[in-house]
């Protein structure tokens, strides 16, 4: 089985680098770790991601579910392509039965380096839709019927809010009625108050989908870093979570009573793509069949606010 990977990195001498550079589309093959030579042409990568979203289906239809995972800061390309493949296990032990692409953004493997991965996101974020998502979105208008949904953890969910806002301001791609079904935010490194309704850099993020969930981990102490490097501004949404006033798309799962009764001693940031409760909520999450306020993994405290159990 390969591995599908759309890396918006450079490449010098032969290697990938924590530079941006152009987008290449890659099919890496079972154990090997993602380099240049294993990008292939474009209508090629989307036909293979296309085939593999139909799961165990025989038929034809063009149908299933394409899920775009975008890593966080302090990710090189051998923790990217481990991630990718521990983190695909764990959707189709939970039944997903579709296809799972990572986008792979520039970031360094050294936690130092946080501000640079930071203007490397923003610099990376447009390529995110114009050369991924907008790309699978052309065939749903062709002659396809999948839904696309998008996994972003850490600062991917920087990169993703960056990606949408973005989009909208290009006029090939505003022009298009794109959407993506499901954004699922995962320790999410952007400010709890930018996802708010009133606040513009959210704006195309809640129009481009169906709904957004965050999942918020008060006890995350990689988070807490990121807030001192931001000098103690700003709270995170991965910290924090939603704000009061976001809009009704907005679903705020606090996985607070989980992690401490299963991951003592944890960062409490990275822990969720093994754990079989959060990724079996994740793809109830992904599939849309029930209402928010019915999944299993799921319980609402006495202010209604959404626990994972």
């Known amino acids: 089985m390969k591995d599908f990977l759309i890396s918006a990195r450079r490449v010098r001498r032969g290697d990938f680098i924590a530079e941006p550079g152009p987008s290449r589309y890659l099919e890496v093959p079972a154990g090997e770790i993602p380099n240049p030579t294993h990008a292939v042409p474009r209508k090629q990568f989307v036909d293979a991601v296309l085939d593999d979203a139909q799961g ?24 990217l ?44 974020a447009f ?15 062709l002659d396809c019927d999948f ?16 990606a949408f806002d973005d989009a909208d301001d290009r006029p090939g791609i505003a022009a298009t009625n794109w959407t993506v079904s499901q954004i699922c935010f ?18 195309s993020l809640y129009r481009h989908c169906t709904r957004l969930t965050n999942y918020q981990n008060p006890y995350d102490r990689i988070l807490k870093l990121s807030n001192v490097k931001r000098a103690g501004v700003a709270p995170r949404a991965g910290r924090r979570g939603l704000p009061d006033n976001a809009p ?7 996985c607070a009573e989980h992690f401490a009764a299963n991951y003592p001693g ?11 409760t959060f990724v079996k909520d994740l793809v109830t999450t992904l599939t849309g069949g029930l209402d928010r306020s019915v999944v299993a993994e799921r319980r609402f405290d006495t202010l209604g606010d959404l626990h994972l159990t």
């Open 186 to 203: 995962v320790g999410a490194d952007v400010s709890s108050a930018s996802l708010s309704a009133r606040d513009a850099r959210s704006r």
């Open 147 to 162: 839904r696309l949904h998008v996994i972003a953890h850490s600062m991917g969910a920087f990169v993703v809010r960056e």
């Open 127 to 141: 390529r995110l839709v114009s050369d991924g998502i907008a790309l699978l979105v052309r065939r749903q208008f």
């Open 266 to 276: 944890d960062n409490g940031h990275s822990w969720y793509f093994t754990d079989k």
């Open 248 to 254: 009704q798309k907005g679903v705020n799962v606090n």
């Open 56 to 79: 165990s289906a025989t038929d034809d239809d063009c149908s299933g579910d394409i899920a775009v995972f975008v890593h966080g800061f302090n990710t090189s390309v051998e923790e």
């Open 81 to 124: 392509i481990d991630r990718h493949r521990q983190f695909r296990a764990a959707l189709a032990e939970a039944g997903f039965d579709g296809a799972l692409l990572s986008f792979d953004w520039p970031s360094a493997d050294v936690a130092i380096n946080y501000l640079e991965d930071r203007i490397d996101a923003k610099l990376s």
